[in-house]
RNA sequence: GGCGCCGUACCCAAGUGGUAAGGGAGCAGUCUGCAAAACUGCGAUGCAGCGGUUCGAACCCGCUCGGCGCCUCCA
């Protein structure tokens, strides 16, 4: 998502951006899953990457302009190849081809290693056939019952890290912009990466390097070994709030962060972001609302608007501070309900409504028309201990509009016989269904869920 | 052992030399039949600890402590 943020800002500033996202469809993983459930490699990804396309489109992380994937790309790896044994930065070992990382003096340049450092904590099962224990495969010649492409060396398939030189060279050209990542990749995955793509074109690879920090849950590192470990689409399903809610929720609570640090996933911390992000939907509510006493400074809304916009755009522009640049809506927000307290113009609350569009649009943010965020009601407990299949069975219930303005149509007569006890009834009612009424200075009831 | 990221109030979090943004929670007040929302006020003499440099340090230097990652055919 960091990079979602990060292409979305760029276009935002004026810059045409290409984004690429490698898809790695053959390793060793994807065949073994693949003979132990007797399809073929195609099958496991092709499901992956759909479950994978789904759970970013909850999160609403746009596609990307290309999506490459491995399998698909032989023959520029094949070529790629072919570029570095020419170069005498490759060798030939019974089929299988691998990098000679002595041959390449700037190798551990990005992660700051050196090949001496390196060798020191190389565990003890090098392949005997290397040159050197850190030099490592760009194409493996096929065992029986694994998926082969033809190449000058025997059939065989490319090795882990050439794939994404080789998309990006063909997608991007032998030198782009930007590379980004987990910090976890920098060793070995981009570090091979630079090797490879430099050793081969002679020119420079990415001219910036983006690495994002990690979730923890609880202050713990996330791992099945601890048995904390779950998904985004986990997230979705326990979720009590809409798809929609649920994943704007998500977003704001990974702006808050810088996209460098770790980032401490609680039930607490989505809390908060829920709390923080009613703030600024109830604002939007009494934006959408016409001006019923008219008026206004539409000069000092300007000033507010230009004053956030500033601070946000310096927030970004500043390596992509975003939980700044959230402290700069947040501010608006503030603004904004002062000037509400005197009165906005219904023109005035059009203008501003859209000046959280579109901040919203670089980070994916206030899109929504409507904050449901209590749709989802889950069901009593008694009920998930049944062996239903899905496991969890979501109820939806939803009272039509028609019927909650009835009802607080009916609150606001019980309010003018000053019968409060049926008023007050009503209010509860509707409570239990996650709805929450506000009663206006003017004596009209506003209602969200 | 080597290379990194991080440690700021009850919680989240910005801030890389000029005297601690912002949000959430909480408390008090305004408004209100009550509630909700909004607004106003309160809230770290201190930034993991110790020492140093400086007129001045959360920020620079050194050491220590704590959390996490990488150093491996997971990409």
Request: charged residues 30%.
């Amino acid at each position: 998502m960091v990079f979602d943020v990060l292409r979305r800002y760029l276009e935002y500033s004026g810059y045409a951006v290409t984004f690429v996202k490698n898809f790695t469809d053959v390793d060793d993983k994807i065949i073994k899953r693949a003979n132990e459930q007797g399809v073929s490699c195609d099958t496991v990804t092709s499901k992956y990457i759909q479950a994978y396309h789904e759970d970013m489109g909850k999160l609403r992380i746009r596609a990307a302009t290309e999506e490459p994937k491995a399998t698909e790309h032989i023959a520029d790896i094949i070529h790629l190849t072919e570029r570095l044994i020419n170069k005498g930065l490759a060798y030939v070992v019974d089929g299988d081809v691998y990098f000679e990382v002595s041959q390449y003096p700037e190798y551990g340049r990005l992660s700051k290693r050196r090949l001496e450092d390196l060798q020191a904590g190389a565990r003890v099962d090098v392949d005997e056939r290397k040159r050197h224990p850190m030099d490592f495969a760009l194409w493996k010649s096929s065992k029986s019952g694994e998926p082969a492409w033809e190449s000058p060396w025997g059939p065989g398939r490319p090795g882990w890290h050439i794939e994404c030189s080789a998309m990006s060279i063909r997608h991007l050209g032998e030198t782009f912009d930007i590379h980004g990542g987990g910090m976890d990749l920098i060793f070995p995955h981009h570090e091979n990466e630079i090797a490879q793509s430099c050793g081969a074109t002679g020119k420079e690879f990415a001219r910036y390097w983006i690495h994002n920090g990690f979730v923890q849950i609880n202050k713990e590192k996330m791992s099945k070994s601890l048995g904390n470990f779950f998904t985004i689409r986990e997230i979705f399903e326990k979720s009590e709030w809409s798809e929609a809610v649920t994943g704007e929720i998500l977003r704001y609570f990974l702006l808050s962060t810088h996209y460098h640090g770790p980032l401490d996933f609680s039930d607490q911390a989505l809390k908060e972001a829920k709390n923080a992000l009613n703030g600024f939907y109830d604002l939007f509510n009494r934006l959408k609302e016409t001006a019923e006493s008219g008026g206004g400074d539409g000069g000092s809304l300007q000033t507010a608007i230009e004053r956030s916009k500033k601070s946000f755009t310096q927030a970004m522009d500043d390596d992509l501070n975003t939980s700044a640049a959230v402290a700069a809506l947040q501010g608006l927000r503030s603004d904004m309900n002062k000037l509400l307290r005197v009165g906005l113009s219904t023109e005035d609350r059009q203008t501003a409504r859209q000046a959280f569009r579109s901040f919203g649009v670089v980070l994916g943010l206030f899109q929504l028309d409507r904050w449901d965020f209590n749709v989802r009601i889950v069901p009593k407990p008694a009920q998930l201990v049944l062996e239903t299949f899905p496991p969890t069975v979501m109820v939806t219930k939803q009272m039509v509009e028609a019927e909650i303005d009835g009802k607080v149509a009916e609150r606001i007569e019980a309010k003018k016989r000053r019968d409060f006890k049926r008023a007050d009834d009503i209010r509860a009612e509707l409570k239990s269904l996650g709805i929450a009424l506000e009663d206006k200075p003017d004596g009209t009831t506003r209602w969200k869920r």
